[in-house]
């Protein structure tokens, strides 16, 4: 078992830490007195300093490292862009930086895998440019999206068009003032098989009946300019060569899309477990209480100690769901990357809380970045499907795989 990096990922993961360093960390000041704090989500607009941020990083070749498509990205494996998503998982601006935001690169690998050339030349090519920005719409208010078969919104083909009805929400991304269009997934064949129902189809935000009907707050912070929108489809009519892969295909779609996908999100974890873990240890080593240094009080260098073991475990499984993806495709790794979607962000939220403690009223303020850290970890519990939903699949493998070997056993 070799844990060493490959010689091209130990290259990045230098380039990357230097541009964090000097470009990204001290640009966050900037990135957030550039908002305009609007409750009006009309009136957001882009950072100037994310674009110039962007193309300096296009220009040092630190563009599209998720996409393992050599031609459309940088060609790395899951393993290789494992410590690059964790780099940037350390500033909550890092991965539009360089091009490897959510939901935009879900939607770039449906794309590039399932999308006609006419589909690509249209949507995909200005989305790996870094021009315009997207969405993904699959929750929805009404009913419980956790269990993705209960979608209700419609996207029933009549003769050469696909009409879209319902209302989607959460859908992440959709306030960015780039953003130009949804993947919207409905239901389109409601007698055929459970997973052969559902189309995902492409819509222009602009398409006649599409309406964005609200921003939906995070813990009070609408994570401006990108926000999470609730959004109303009232016949919105669509060429039928806008669904993706053919219609009743969404389930397919979806298990490639969520597999990397899901990993991308628990490698920037253990990156905002770093991070929170680094801020933890700066502040209990330069504060002094009860004459010692914070972290010469209490329990605390048990904590420190904890989170360096949790996070050190948590990234070993992150690797080994990556290498699972890598050598034996997503299926084989289903039950490590819910595995590593339950562990992840947990320990991210425990390294982000522990930092909160230790840093007393300061640690809910905006001085740190760590209530911003503090929600994304929250978040991710739900996110990709809740932490339950995840168990429950590794245990129903589990089990399976049990009975399995106890069969076998029984038959020898
Ligand atoms: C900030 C944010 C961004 C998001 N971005 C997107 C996006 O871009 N696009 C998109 O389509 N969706 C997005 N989502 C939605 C997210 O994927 C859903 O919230 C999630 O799948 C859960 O669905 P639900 O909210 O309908 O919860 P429900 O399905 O109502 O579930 C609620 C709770 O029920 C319990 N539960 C559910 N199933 C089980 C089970 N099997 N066993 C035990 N308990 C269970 C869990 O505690 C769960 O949290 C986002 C959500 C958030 C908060």
Not at 275 to 297: D, Q, S, V
Request: hydrophobic share 45%; with cysteine.
């Amino acid at each position: 078992m070799d844990f060493a990096h490959s010689e091209r990922a130990r290259a990045l993961i230098e380039r990357l830490s230097r541009f964090m360093r000097d470009e990204v960390v001290p640009a966050e000041h900037v990135y957030t007195a550039e908002l305009s704090g609007s409750a009006d989500w009309r009136q957001w607009r882009q950072p100037p300093v994310m674009e110039a941020l962007k193309a300096k990083a296009r220009a040092a070749g630190l563009w599209n490292l998720f996409l393992p498509e050599a031609g459309h990205g940088a060609g790395l494996s899951n393993v290789e862009y494992a410590p690059l998503a964790e780099l940037m998982g350390h500033s909550f601006i890092a991965p539009e930086v360089f091009n490897c935001n959510a939901p935009d690169t879900g939607n770039m690998e449906v794309l590039v895998r399932y999308g006609s050339d006419a589909q690509k030349a249209r949507w995909l090519t200005p989305l790996l440019a870094g021009e315009t920005r997207s969405a993904f719409c699959m929750t929805e208010p009404g009913v419980a999206s956790s269990d993705a078969t209960n979608m209700q919104a419609t996207a029933l083909i009549e003769g050469d068009q696909v009409v879209l009805n319902g209302r989607k929400w959460w859908s992440t991304g959709i306030g960015h003032p780039h953003c130009r269009f949804v993947i919207f997934m409905g239901l389109s064949h409601p007698d055929a098989a459970v997973h052969e129902r559902h189309s995902m189809v492409l819509c222009p935000l602009d398409a006649p009946g599409v309406k964005v009907e609200r921003m939906l707050p995070v813990f009070h912070d609408y994570d401006e300019p990108s926000g999470h929108g609730e959004i109303s489809f009232t016949d919105v009519r669509l060429p039928l060569d806008q669904v993706i892969l053919g219609s009743g295909r969404g389930f397919e779609i979806a298990q490639g899309r969520l597999g990397p996908g899901r990993i991308h999100h628990c490698m920037r974890a253990i990156g905002v477990a770093e991070r929170a873990l680094a801020l933890l240890c700066a502040r209990a080593t330069t504060r002094t209480a009860f004459g010692k240094p914070l972290i010469k009080l209490g329990g605390n260098e048990d904590i420190v100690a904890d989170l360096r073991m949790a996070i050190e475990q948590a990234r070993l499984l992150t690797l080994k769901a990556a290498w699972l993806i890598d050598t034996q495709g997503v299926k084989a790794a289903i039950s490590e990357i819910s595995q590593i979607k339950v562990v992840a962000p947990a320990v991210a939220q425990q390294a982000v809380d522990a930092a909160i403690q230790i840093h007393g009223g300061a640690g809910v303020s905006d001085d740190f970045a760590l209530v911003a850290l503090y929600a994304h970890a929250r978040v991710l519990r739900l996110a990709d499907g809740p932490d339950e939903v995840h168990r429950g699949l590794i245990a129903k493998r589990e089990v399976r795989a049990q009975m399995a070997a106890a069969a076998a056993q029984a038959g020898a």
